[in-house]
C-alpha cells in the first residue's frame, strides 16, 4: 500500500452508539451478545454503548456496517458514524471534568 493510499482522509474510524432494551432477560441476552459480537469484530469499548474501530478505508467500512447489520437485535436504536482519521484527530475529550490528551492514531495498519 502505498502512502498516499495511507492518508488520513482515507483512513476511517467507525463508530458504533446503541441504545438496547433490556428489561427482560431475553433482550438482555440480546444486548450482551450484540457488545460481544462488536468485541469479536474488532472494536473497542469507548464508551458503555459506544464502540469504535479503525479501517482502512470506505470499502472496509461498508464491510463492517454490512456485519453489524446482520447481526443487530431485534429492538433497540443503533447508530454508525464514520469519521476519517484526520477528523478523529480533533475529537475533543473530558474526564472528571478534566480534558484528556489527544488519542494518538495508528501511525500504520496492522495486517493479520
Known amino acids: 500500500m502505498s502512502a498516499s493510499q495511507l492518508s488520513g482522509y482515507r ?6 452508539m446503541f441504545d438496547l432494551p433490556v428489561t427482560t432477560k431475553e433482550q ?7 457488545r460481544e459480537f462488536l468485541l469479536d469484530e474488532g472494536f473497542e469499548k469507548s464508551q458503555f454503548s ?43 475529550r473530558f474526564s472528571g471534568q478534566r480534558r484528556r490528551r489527544q488519542r494518538k492514531n495508528p501511525d500504520q495498519l496492522a495486517l493479520f
Not at 11 to 16: D, G, S, T
Not at 28 to 34: D, G, L, M, P, S
Request: with cysteine; charged share 25%; aromatic share 16%.
Open 11 to 16: 483512513l476511517m474510524w467507525i463508530f458504533v
Open 28 to 34: 438482555a441476552r440480546a444486548a450482551t451478545k450484540f
Open 50 to 92: 459506544v464502540y469504535a474501530r479503525f479501517c482502512n478505508g470506505k470499502e472496509q467500512f461498508e464491510t463492517y456496517m454490512r456485519r453489524v447489520e446482520s447481526s443487530l437485535p431485534d429492538r433497540g436504536d443503533v447508530h454508525i458514524l464514520s469519521f476519517t482519521d484526520r477528523q478523529y484527530e480533533n475529537i475533543v
